[in-house]
């Protein structure tokens, strides 16, 4: 079975050739570079067609293959550029119906994880998928490949691309960001937004900009943005990471080419005894050859009708990772193995038995992140700390039961708790029966309404950061907290809590998150919280009608 896959989600034209064993015979492809600006969607629309005949003709070629010898037709159905996809779905639709083969509309997101898997031969990743229209955490659990943690406005890649045109570098961005930033080692302070396993980048590019109209060096500010944003980026895959315990990490999308995000990660990897992989730069970017590989996948497990049907080859412009039903996927059996000495690690810190006065005691200390330059490392951890106290002790004097705070270590960013026996509400959730379920969420619920009345933003609201001892709800872990009375802040909580019930709990998730709003209605700000809750999922990069 030979597959042809044509890519055209945004500005780069791709044609790629595939086999049923995986062998790739042929990708080639032909980006658009605007003249000024960003990408606009009719020109890059009109590009797609203007190249898509020549690229097939191209990709035949170096398969040393006849048209006729094709198979099956996949193409890219989303997400992407409107006037992109229909454009690149027509041509499919033309050429399936002239060679009366199966076609096939494929996810664009999941053919950047697939082709990485392929190509590098880890079997099942936390994926950082990066690139100019998206950022995303991506893993595998419970039939699909679901989404961690993603970008709350812009994608990195449009990022860095908007502050290259801003200030003179054309386009594209990320490359002449990469190559300034190497000719400096100032760090000029930036915004560090990180909200549990999300990020935010629209912040730091506008001070970014101001910084250097102001008259800061270039090379300072493209050497800070770059090194705040890739610190930001390989945190939140580190926390999802943590919180599904899997052995592989990988790095794909356009801005994987980056050699300074690709260093990073991998130290990343490697603190956390985790396996480190990345697709040749020619399979990071758009290609394809992955979407000819996801046809391939799609149709080995049944999902592709015989023959040139036209069904189901309407393009989807915000299709969502997690909309993908992937049979041919397993999770792993392999766990990260950590050494005996360390009780858990996270992603902010490591967690050690210890001795306080005689008694049994956790010590949380916050290591040094190797990934991180040392201005960011230093003061995440040190204001880590701190918050982290001032917020444990607010928490319990607001009801909400927390570990007992005994010692603060700002030298070596540690502090001394209570050691508390229970089990994490992540690993018996699932297990429990309905009406266990929904009284323990409705109890989440309230204690979340409790921190809230008391100002409190917990920030990484997780199944991993609460624990269930006799009965009793124990908050953990504080590290990205802070005091706000902001609607917004309480809502991107509650976001937190409701990604990771859908990342993790996905079968149940729904009447979980809707127990824990029940509880939360104890609020008095709970019908305005529930609506930004609604408004922020609305901004998110790719969103369900």
Not at 216 to 232: G, W
Not at 322 to 348: C, F, H, R, T, Y
Not at 441 to 460: F, M, T, V
């Amino acid at each position: 079975m030979l597959c042809l896959g044509i890519e055209g989600t945004a500005e780069k034209t791709g044609v790629g050739i595939v086999d049923n064993d995986g062998k790739i015979l042929s990708s080639v492809g032909n980006p658009l570079i605007p003249l000024s600006g960003g990408i606009h969607p009719r020109e890059a629309a009109e590009h797609h067609a203007h190249n898509i005949v020549p690229l097939i003709i191209q990709a035949l070629e170096e398969a040393s293959l006849e048209l006729n010898e094709i198979e099956m037709v996949a193409f890219s159905r989303g997400p992407g550029l409107g006037p992109a996809l229909r454009t690149v779905a027509t041509s499919a639709r033309a050429l399936a119906l002239s060679l009366e083969v199966p076609i096939v509309g494929v996810n664009h997101c999941l053919g950047h994880v697939e082709i990485g898997k392929l190509t590098t031969g880890a079997v099942d990743p936390v994926s950082l998928y990066v690139s100019g229209g998206n950022t995303q955490v991506i893993a595998f659990q419970s039939g699909r490949y679901r989404v961690f943690g993603e970008t709350l406005d812009i994608a990195i890649g449009n990022s860095l691309d908007q502050f290259a045109r801003e200030v003179g570098l054309g386009h594209p961005g990320g490359p002449q960001v990469e190559k300034l930033a190497r000719e400096s080692s100032n760090y000029i302070k930036l915004p560090y937004t990180v909200k549990g396993m999300d990020l935010s980048f629209s912040g730091l590019l506008t001070a970014a900009i101001r910084k250097r109209e102001k008259g800061a060096p270039l090379e300072d500010v493209c050497y800070s943005l770059q090194e705040t944003a890739f610190a930001m980026l390989v945190e939140v895959t580190e926390r999802a990471l943590a919180h599904t315990k899997k052995r592989e990490v990988m790095l794909c999308g356009g801005v994987a080419a980056n050699t300074r995000l690709r260093e990073m990660l991998a130290q990343m990897a490697d603190e956390h005894y985790a396996e480190f992989h990345m697709p040749l730069v020619k399979y990071c970017g758009d290609n394809g050859a992955m979407i000819a590989w996801m046809g391939q996948l799609m149709y080995k497990n049944g999902l592709v009708k015989p023959l040139a049907s036209m069904e189901d080859t309407t393009v989807i412009q915000r299709y969502r990772t997690d909309q993908v039903d992937v049979p041919w996927m397993k999770s792993s059996n392999a766990k990260l193995i950590l050494p005996d000495e360390i009780l858990a690690k996270g992603a902010e810190a490591n967690i050690y038995p210890g001795k306080w006065l005689g008694d049994e005691v956790l010590i949380k200390e916050r290591i040094p992140k190797k990934y991180r330059i040392r201005e960011i490392d230093h003061q995440l951890r040190k204001s880590r700390t701190k918050n982290e106290a001032r917020l444990i002790s607010q928490a319990k004097r607001n009801g909400v039961r927390t570990p007992v705070l005994l010692d603060i270590d700002l030298d070596n960013k540690a502090l001394v708790m209570e050691n508390i026996e229970g089990t994490l509400v992540k690993d018996v959730l699932t297990d429990m029966s309905s009406d266990e379920r929904e009284n323990l969420c409705r109890d989440i619920g309230e204690n979340i309404a409790r921190l809230h009345q008391g100002e409190i933003i917990h920030g990484d609201l997780t199944t991993s950061n609460i624990l269930l001892n006799n009965q009793v709800l124990v908050f953990i872990d504080f590290g990205l907290g802070k005091f706000s009375n902001m609607v917004e802040d309480k809502g991107v909580d509650l976001l937190v809590l409701k990604k990771a019930l859908q990342s993790i709990h996905y079968r149940i998730a729904g009447e979980c998150f809707e127990a824990v709003l029940e509880g939360y209605k104890n609020s008095s700000e709970y019908e305005k919280v529930v609506k930004k809750i609604e408004e922020i999922e609305g901004r998110g990069r790719y969103t369900t009608d």
